[in-house]
């Protein structure tokens, strides 16, 4: 009995530190047309943009299925359908409201953009001289930004989180630049 208690507990502590390490990322290539999002290696969606189809790859460790969204047909209701009562929306305090987004600031700035290029052409030559020095001054280390006169775009962000980063966050409040200006 204990001995099946200990796996348990390791199995649970297994689980826990997979959801707390593995990484969530998300994947966008213009190059590839594609939409990746992977969790940890055990969880994989990738959406494929095909000439007049939309292709969703989902793999789920070793399960594998392709999905053709533009041909999912919908079935047809015949049931009446019931109106909704309309619900009274209470106003919402602005310190809860400072509260919940001072919440979603502080997760969205757990997320950590891996990869991010991108080459432009805005097919306007004025356009593109203006853009040239903001993007020599933003292209720095993984990050490229780059303007071509060939009427290339190509775009390719790798967006990453983790679930320990998540709970720093939440754990740990930074000063937003709300408490800065007192409001």
Known sequence: MVIVLWILLILLLLVL????FAPLQLEISSEGDFVRMGWGGLVQGRLVFMPDELLLNLRILFFRKKIYLLRIKKKKTTEPIEKKKKKTKKKLSWAIAKKRFNLFNRILHSFKIR????NLD????????YLFPVF???DRGKHNFSINYEGKIDVRVLIENKG???LRALIWQRKSFFHKINI
């Not at 805005?122 to 001289?129: C, E, F, G, M, S």
């Open 115 to 118: 990869i991010c290029k991108i």
């Open 136 to 138: 020599y001054s933003l």
């Open 17 to 20: 530190s997979f959801l707390l």
């Open 122 to 129: 805005t097919d306007d030559y004025v356009v593109n001289a």
């Open 164 to 166: 320990i980063w998540v």
